[in-house]
């Protein structure tokens, strides 16, 4: 996909836990691992938004587009 979620450098720039973060959005521990990983193949725009809010970021701070992933990924 090339949709890259870079949720894991915002945790660690905002130094809150992805436990932390589940309470705040009210998102399970497994939905946001998922999303995490890059695994998830949607988002809900509520919960971009929840996660925006408690994140203090704008959307693309979580989400990038990168043209070469799918060939990357597929020489895997």
């Known amino acids: 996909m090339a ?8 945790l660690l ?7 932390e973060l589940c ?5 399970t521990m497994a939905n946001l691992s998922i999303l995490k990983t ?11 938004e929840a996660l925006c809010r408690e994140l203090n970021c704008q959307p693309g701070e979580l989400l990038q587009f990168e043209a070469n ?5 597929a020489a895997e």
């Open 3 to 10: 949709i890259r979620v870079t949720l894991d450098r915002v």
């Open 13 to 19: 720039e905002r130094r809150m836990s992805l436990t």
């Open 69 to 73: 992933i799918e060939e990357r990924d």
């Open 38 to 48: 890059g695994k998830a193949k949607a988002i809900r725009f509520s919960t971009l």
């Open 23 to 27: 309470d705040r959005v009210g998102v």
